[in-house]
């Protein structure tokens, strides 16, 4: 059963471009988290998707971040216009639905992203 | 969620018993205690996590005090490897919650 797959694992974008980070989530689960951790410093929650749903997105910057969990396919955390501060390391976890015996989120190794 | 406490930073001998404290003196009746470690900067690795009664597994057990107030996280032979920083998080489970909120952890080194 592989886990949670993100990719790229390093992405290198300048000024303005726009950054798609893509997430499958592990077998089974339908509930996806995205968490940003700057340089030096802890992870910060950004959002949790459900299949088609935006359940929470109070960690989400207001302008330039978009994230989306689609019926089929990955999640994408969408960054239209990077600057230098959006340089960090993006990682996303999955967990399974309600009601199932096992409940532990379990995080990809994430993507890297830098601005130049 | 509740909020959790840790020390920011312990020490250990390689092959002695590593342990963990965490207060949680706000937990909710609905929320569970789980522990999660960040090596470097790699993804957080899942360890385990309880609601009341101790538990074990094959990396660490949880020890939870009756209260609910605080647990201790125990990894019982600590190689050098196991040096991370470990998060104490509580997460209710239950209707649309079930975010992970991470604090600053405790930095475990271990030492040869």
């Known amino acids: 059963n592989a886990g949670v797959m993100q990719n790229p694992r390093h992405l290198v974008r300048r000024r303005g471009q726009e950054a798609r980070l893509r997430c499958s989530p592990m077998k089974g689960h339908s509930h996806v988290y995205w968490y940003r951790q700057l340089p030096e410093e802890g992870l910060k929650f950004m959002v949790y998707l459900q299949k088609e749903n935006i359940i929470d997105e109070s960690g989400m910057p207001k302008e330039r971040f978009s994230a989306e969990f689609p019926k089929e396919g990955p999640s994408i955390l969408r960054i239209q216009q990077v600057v230098r501060g959006d340089s960090a390391a993006y990682f996303c976890?999955?967990?399974?639905?309600?009601?199932?015996?096992?409940?532990?989120?379990?995080f990809g190794q994430g993507t890297r992203l830098t601005v130049v | 969620d509740a909020k959790t406490t840790q020390p920011p930073s312990m020490d250990c001998a390689e092959g002695r018993a590593a342990n963990l404290p965490c207060n949680h003196s706000?937990?909710?009746?609905?929320?569970?205690v789980y522990w999660y470690r960040q090596i470097h900067s790699q993804g957080p690795q899942y360890i385990i996590h309880?609601?009341?009664n101790n538990e074990t597994n094959e990396m660490a057990s949880l020890i939870i005090t009756e209260d609910r107030k605080s647990s201790t996280l125990i990894l019982p032979h600590a190689t050098l490897r196991d040096t991370a920083v470990y998060y104490c998080?509580?997460?209710?489970?239950?209707?649309?919650?079930?975010?992970?909120?991470f604090g600053q952890g405790t930095t475990l080194q271990v030492k040869p």
């Open positions: 976890a999955s967990s399974p639905r309600q009601g199932q015996r096992r409940t532990e989120a379990f």
């Open positions: 706000t937990i909710s009746g609905n929320e569970y």
């Open positions: 998080i509580v997460r209710a489970y239950s209707g649309n919650t079930g975010k992970l909120i």
């Open positions: 309880g609601l009341k």
